[in-house]
């Protein structure tokens, strides 16, 4: 069965420095989605991302974020300098469609930022 | 704003049913889906709502009541592995990301 994939697992970072994560949506969706869940708190949306541009973004998502889909089949997250408060499980969904209301989501990536 | 509130906790016996309530205030909705979460993992999709009434997945079944911005997931014949947190999720507008509610953390006892 298809599934969304995202690497690392774990990234374990300095303050200020830049991270990339990265999510492999699953081949024929459309939408894309980051959202992160500190721990034991709620899943909160980042952004989403459909035909090649971001479709919308929460406030959370701010100018030290940005989203890329480099190529056919990777979307990344870019966290240009990090912060404490960045430490967090960041997750990748996908949906085929706008209309299909089953978002399927990576493993995730816990960034821990010292 | 966007705001939705769920029980923090739920407790419950093998074999049991729960029901886990969700109220939402959106400026709009599209919608009312459940997650399940187990520690560590990913959250995953249980069911969808978009219209009044009662779904039913097998031992999982959601129910929503629009003009009471207010729905419920219902859990029969609970099982150990059914431990989880469990998320209801409002999808406002066509295509568009889903509010998270802050989750129910469901315990069930042999």
Known sequence: EPEVTQTPSHQVTQMGQEVILRCVPISNHLYFYWYRQILGQKVEFLVSFYNNEISEKSEIFDDQFSVERPDGSNFTLKIRSTKLEDSAMYF????PSGGINEQFFGPGTRLTVL | GQSL?????????EGAIVQINCTYQTSGFYGLSW???HDGGAPTFLSYN??????????????LSRSDSYGYLLL???????????F???????????VFGPGTRLSVLP
């Open chain 2, 35 to 37: 997650y399940q979460q």
């Open chain 2, 5 to 13: 509130e769920q029980p923090s906790e739920v407790t419950a016996v």
């Open chain 2, 50 to 63: 978009a219209l009044d009434g009662l779904e039913e997945t097998g031992r999982f079944s959601s129910f």
């Open chain 2, 88 to 98: 209801c999720a409002v999808r406002d507008h066509y295509g568009q990301n889903f």
């Open chain 2, 76 to 86: 029969q014949e609970l099982q150990m592995k059914d431990s989880a947190s469990y």
């Open chain 1, 92 to 95: 990748c969904a996908s949906t």
